[in-house]
C-alpha cells in the first residue's frame, strides 16, 4: 500500500471519528429532555473508572497551513491508584517520601483544535465516556489557565481543583533567578524556602513576600511581575498540604505528555504543516490510538457505514 493512500485511509476514519465524537459531544451537552430518566447515559461508557480519577486539561502548538500557530486543547482522563508509602521508590531528596504513592493510569484523550467553550463540550463527553461523573473522588490538575479552571468548573463542580506543582514552582524559581540572579546559591535558597511553606500549605505567608518585594516593575519578566496575583487568586487551588493528605495528584505530567504523543510525535515534526481539516481528523484519530480504543473505534465506525 503506497504511503498517500493509508494517509488517505488514516485522515477518511479520523474524520468520521471525529464526527462521530463531535454527534457525542453535542448529545451530552444538551439540555435534559422531557422524560429523560437522571440515570440515563447519553455517551456510551469506555473504560469507566468507579473509584478515583483525575482530569487534566492543557494546550499544544500545531502549525496550521494559511494560519500559522494555533493551540490544540487537550484533555486527558486517568484512573488514579493509591499505594502504600513503603511502595515508593526510594528518593531520600524528595518532598513526598513519606507520603502515599498516588499513581495515574488507564489514560484517554481527547484533542482538536478548538476554542475554550467548544473544548468544554469534549471534556464533558469524554469525561462520561470514562464515568468520572460518579467516581467516589475526583481531581482535576491543571496549569492555573483561568479557561481551564471555568469549564472544569462547569462541566464537573464536584472536581477537587489544583494547580500543578512544577507551574507553581516554576513561578518561585523566576522571582528567584530574577531578584537573585540566575542559578546562584542565594536564589536556589530562597526558592527552596518558598517551596517548603507552600508544600505545608503556607500559601498566605508566599503572596505576602512576593507583595513585599516590589516585583511590579516592568524591567522584571512578565512571569515575575504576576507571580504575587497568580498565588494570590489560586490559594485554594495550593491547598498541597490538604491535598497531600487527601491521596490526591498535584502534577499534571499526564497531559503535557499527551502533548507530546497525541499531538507532537505526529503532527509537529520539522517543515510539517497541516490543512485545518486534515489535522483535525488526525488528531481525531490519534486521540482514539493513544486512549487504547482504536480496535474498538475502528470496528464501531465502519460498521455504521
Known amino acids: ?61 500545531l502549525r496550521v497551513r494559511d494560519e500559522g500557530w494555533k493551540e490544540v486543547k487537550v484533555v486527558a482522563v486517568s484512573e488514579v491508584q493509591v499505594r502504600p508509602a513503603e511502595e515508593r521508590p526510594s528518593e531520600p531528596s524528595s518532598r513526598r517520601a513519606d507520603d502515599l504513592l498516588v499513581q495515574l493510569s488507564q489514560h484517554s484523550y481527547q484533542a482538536g483544535l478548538w476554542n475554550a467553550d467548544t473544548m468544554a463540550q469534549y471534556q464533558y463527553a469524554e469525561g462520561l465516556r470514562r464515568g468520572i461523573d460518579h467516581c467516589r473522588k475526583l481531581s482535576s490538575v491543571n496549569d492555573g489557565a483561568i479557561w481551564i479552571k471555568r469549564i472544569t468548573a462547569t462541566n464537573f463542580s464536584h472536581a477537587t481543583q489544583i494547580v500543578d506543582w512544577r507551574h507553581a514552582s516554576d513561578h518561585l524559581w523566576a522571582v528567584a533567578n530574577a531578584v537573585c540572579g540566575e542559578h546562584t546559591t542565594q536564589a536556589k535558597q530562597w526558592t527552596e524556602e518558598h517551596l517548603d511553606l507552600l508544600w505545608i500549605g503556607q500559601v498566605a505567608a508566599v503572596v505576602t513576600t ?64 497541516w490543512q485545518r481539516d486534515n489535522g483535525q481528523a488526525m488528531l481525531a484519530a490519534l486521540s482514539e490510538l493513544h486512549s487504547g480504543r482504536f480496535n474498538q473505534a475502528w470496528q464501531q465506525t465502519f460498521s455504521r457505514s
Do not use: C
Not at 473508572?49 to 492543557?58: H, M
Open 1 to 61: 500500500m503506497s504511503a498517500d493512500s493509508l494517509a488517505g485511509i488514516t485522515e477518511d476514519w479520523g474524520r468520521r471519528i471525529g464526527a462521530q465524537r463531535t454527534a457525542e459531544a453535542e448529545r451530552a451537552n444538551q439540555p435534559a429532555q422531557r422524560g429523560e430518566r437522571p440515570d440515563h447515559r447519553r455517551v456510551a461508557e469506555v473504560q469507566a473508572i468507579s473509584g478515583q480519577a483525575n482530569l487534566s486539561t492543557d494546550g499544544a502548538m
Open 210 to 273: 512576593l507583595d513585599k518585594m516590589g516585583l511590579e516593575h516592568e524591567r522584571w519578566p512578565d512571569l515575575v511581575r504576576e507571580a504575587p496575583d497568580y498565588f494570590r487568586t489560586n490559594q485554594e487551588r495550593m491547598r498541597y498540604d490538604v491535598f497531600r493528605e487527601q491521596a490526591l495528584p498535584i502534577g499534571s505530567g499526564t497531559v503535557e505528555s499527551a502533548a507530546n504523543t497525541v499531538v507532537h510525535h505526529r503532527l509537529k515534526r520539522p517543515g510539517r504543516g
